[in-house]
């Protein structure tokens, strides 16, 4: 549920154009403080595809339509040069298709993987944000969202303590991280295989320490895991659970035409159940039933790793790819239930086609788990997402492509459609074709 404009929250992580006058409805006065505010509505349709099993974590394959929202309130105050805060208090609402289940890449990364949360306001984001200068030279702070910096030190050190997102600062990508304007799939926005600490609605607690330079950052954050898989509660015995998170980011040049490439590793250490251990209990008698959650012990460890790339390859277009991969010996725990993935696509701006502000993209994002998590599938076992009562693996594939214009000032609506095979690993179902609607306003 990312909902910031990528260039507002990491000005130098991004190969993306500021916010321009015609982004937001009003005008944002050039102030220390931030105030604004958007709302994203995504209606999904997906009709009826043929299903050989359906078990308890399925996805739906009957005819049905769900609808999302979210609403944001962004707030940020530039309390000395170097030092901000920022506030963001949300609201979530409707349904995703299938009530969140049955799909590793789900189609709509707005919603969450607990119909039964609601649309009660929370505080998604409250930190502080800390520079320490290295350098006597600035440059434009890209103010946005949450960002309210106008001018940053070329050189610096960036330290961020509170509540926010860990794919905030990691795994960021210009072309494929938000679902206002861009993609709308789980594992297109994000990395798939990054099991990144979160709850369960893809926030936590904890801070990150960042060295930027021109062409050059390295960042470090440490974040509270939550008790149980995909659990709302965080975890703060950090002896035993805790996530650790560190990247390294290039920028280079293909040519005249720059480019980003990120590498990512990441440790989650959590009270996590273990594949292998759960068939081995099953398979002896000793458990009736095939449950992951029983083999569950403290300071289990997830670790995996990720490669994030982005170029331009003419004026305003855009290739970008990632890569990811992680253990899959020990139970997806926060984000999805995905152990390696590969991401390809591009992306292509609107001053191309004379339509500044438009944006359009294609992605194909193939994903897979480890033989210990498939015949845990296999075998009727249950996962946080995914169950389907008996798996005949397959790769799950998927491909997607949107168009958002910008209708008039500040308002962007879209078009999206998504065709997934083998929809949470199963060759016996689908292929699903999912078509979106999807109206994005900034205020």
Known sequence: ???????????????????????????????????????????????????????PHSFDPNDHVEASYITTIYGAYELTPSTALAICPESAGGQGLSDGFGIAGYPNLDTVHAPDLGATPYLARAYIDQIIPLSDQFENGMRGPLRPWRKLPTRRLEIRAGKFSVVDVFDLNGSA?????????????????????????????????????????????????????NGYDYDYDVVHARGENAEIEVH???????????????????????????????????????????????????????????????????????LGWNEGQNESFANTEVDNTVLVGID????????????????????????????????????????????????????????????????????????VENPGYNIDRGPVVIGSLRLHIEL
């Open 348 to 419: 292509l701006r609107g001053e191309l086609w004379q339509r500044p502000g438009d944006r359009m993209g294609l992605a194909v994002v193939t994903n897979g788990i480890s033989a210990s998590h498939r015949e845990y599938l296999h075998l009727g076992g249950e996962g946080f997402l995914l169950g389907d009562g008996g798996l005949q693996y397959g790769r799950e594939s998927i491909f997607e492509a949107f168009y958002t214009a910008r209708a008039v000032r500040g308002v962007f609506p879209a078009i999206d459609i998504q065709v």
């Open 177 to 229: 991280v938000d679902t206002h304007v861009q993609f709308m799939n789980w594992t297109i926005d994000n990395n798939g295989a990054y099991d990144y600490a979160s709850d369960t609605r893809l926030y936590t607690l904890g801070g990150s320490v960042e060295y930027a330079e021109p062409g050059v950052a390295i960042r470090f954050g440490e974040f509270l895991m939550p008790t149980t898989a």
């Open 252 to 322: 280079g040049a293909v040519g005249e035409h720059p480019g980003i490439v990120r590498l990512l590793g990441y440790m989650n250490h959590a009270r996590m159940g273990n594949y292998d251990e759960a068939i081995a209990g099953f398979r002896s008698g000793a458990d009736s039933a095939i449950d992951v959650t029983k083999s569950r012990r403290a300071g289990r460890i997830k670790y995996g790793a990720g490669l994030n790339i982005e170029q331009e390859i003419a004026a305003n277009a855009f290739v970008f790819a990632r």
């Open 1 to 55: 549920m990312l909902t910031l404009w990528i260039v507002a929250l990491a000005p130098a992580s991004a190969l993306a154009d500021p916010p321009d006058d015609e982004t937001y409805i009003l005008d944002h006065p050039d102030a220390p403080w931030w105030l604004s505010a958007q709302l994203n509505v995504i209606l999904q349709a997906q009709p009826g595809f043929a299903a050989r099993t359906t078990g």
